[in-house]
């Protein structure tokens, strides 16, 4: 072993739900470098709970592929970051364990779901985290919280270890202060791992370049229309603007499957979390069920005691679209929405570089101002479309609107991730010059 960090921070914002005072770590490219990650993905002897009552207690007896990639690589592995429970959640609210706050505003949420491990970024604690992106959840807290968060191309990063909420559409994905460290993370953790059937061979080896000139940007209608601050979107136009003054050009765009892409999405992820929260029963995981109560009494209690408002109201949903006599007019009809935005992209990304626009429609959101759950899935309109087509997208901060940070959102082809990180690095390095 290299050594031994000591880590005691100043978690003001409640970021970490559990933190290690002293971790070991090795040589390698992220040798002594702490990096935190989000609590549903697997630590050997460390409380792994995904923010719920139900899994209190649970320590996992394995790392995740991407811990044991990041432990391999020398990083110090500083604790668990607070998120939305399973996933759930565009603001860290919905943690059984209490919020998280931004750094920026403590009146105002982080995003979620990888709220923690955006604020353990965005304050100082940590140069680096692991998050996971369902759709939307590692680029709205790095959007809310001004700091660089990538959801790498489908399959791209095993999900081996991560507690899973919706499989289809979730990726495991680096969090940083900066482009350079997200493609430093990314580098440790992409690539095939033989226990995940959907991890594909792609290893990223890639500096990061300035140099855009020539490529070709699309811009999406539908990314400035009903719904966007425009004060954001004036944040990201100019932003835009810059990356014309660095020889990019501009084409403008449309993406006509955006308005079935919300609730195509929510059909999907609602009815995936149905079939994989099924496994929390209380004798398998969770506090343990009343043996002496008729089986469905016993595992409705613990389901009742151990999940929150946020799970239930998602799990009910799934299993009613999935149910029979409405597999067909929900599930069924969400996949082909979904396949409808997948070609959309595809499409548009046949005669430009990258797609280019807002990460979130507004700035981050006072905590207990988005109540009903309508409003708060209205939020998720401009990430979800990526996670349904499977494309590499991430976020920078671009500039401030009412003093809070707006991110700027590219996306790119399958498998061209180094593209939207180089337009990042690009966009970055001009600012900051």
């Not at 679209?321 to 996949?335: D, F, H, P």
Request: glycine share 10%; net charge neutral; aromatic share 8%.
């Amino acid at each position: 072993m290299a050594g031994t960090l000591t880590f005691s921070p100043d978690d003001r914002f409640h970021a970490f739900l559990t933190t290690c005072r002293k971790t070991e770590y090795g040589d390698g490219p992220l040798c002594g470098i702490p990096v935190a990650v989000k609590d549903n993905i697997s630590t050997k002897g460390i409380e792994t709970t995904c923010a719920s009552k139900i899994l209190k207690g649970y320590i996992p007896p394995y790392d995740a592929h991407v811990v044991q990639l990041v432990r391999g690589a020398g990083a110090a592995v500083v604790g668990k970051t607070n998120m939305d429970e399973f996933g759930m959640g565009t603001t860290t609210e919905n943690s059984a364990f209490g919020p998280t706050l931004n750094p920026w505003d403590d009146g105002r949420v982080p995003g979620g779901s990888s709220g923690g491990s955006a604020a353990a970024v965005a304050s100082g604690m940590v140069p680096m985290a692991l998050g996971t992106d369902t759709g939307g959840s590692i680029r709205c807290p790095a959007a809310f919280c001004g700091i660089v968060g990538l959801k790498p191309t489908y399959g791209r990063v095993s999900r081996y270890g991560l507690i899973a909420y919706a499989n289809s559409l979730e990726q495991i994905g680096p969090m940083a202060d900066s482009v350079a460290n997200v493609s430093k993370l990314f580098s440790v953790i992409a690539g095939h791992d033989p226990r995940d059937s959907t991890s594909c061979a792609r290893p990223y080896a890639h500096e990061p370049s300035a140099d855009i000139q020539g490529l070709k940007i699309g811009i999406p209608n539908e990314y400035f229309g009903t719904g966007v601050d425009p004060s954001v979107a004036d944040v990201v136009r100019k932003a835009i603007r810059r990356l014309e003054e660095l020889g990019a050009t501009t084409v403008p765009c449309s993406i006509p499957s955006m308005e079935y892409a919300l609730a195509a999405y929510y059909v999907t992820c609602t009815s995936e979390a149905s079939s994989n929260l099924a496994r929390f029963d209380g004798i398998r995981y969770g506090p343990a069920a009343d043996s002496k109560k008729a089986w469905h009494e016993a595992y409705r209690e613990v389901r009742k005691a151990g999940f929150g408002p946020e799970v239930r109201r998602r799990i009910l949903l799934g299993t009613f679209a999935l149910s029979s006599g409405y597999y067909g007019k929900y599930y069924a009809k969400a996949q082909v929405a979904r396949a409808n935005v997948r070609a959309d992209f595809l499409r548009i990304l046949e005669s430009v570089d990258v797609i280019v626009g807002p990460t979130m429609p507004t700035i981050a959101f006072r905590l207990a101002e988005k109540s009903d759950p309508l409003s708060m899935y209205l939020s998720d309109i401009l990430t979800v479309p990526a996670n349904l087509a499977g494309i590499p997208a991430i976020s920078v901060p671009c500039g401030k609107s009412d003093g809070m940070p707006v991110g700027l959102q590219i996306m790119g082809r399958h498998f061209e991730d180094e593209r939207v990180i180089d337009v990042a690095y690009a966009y970055e390095q001009a600012v900051s010059a």
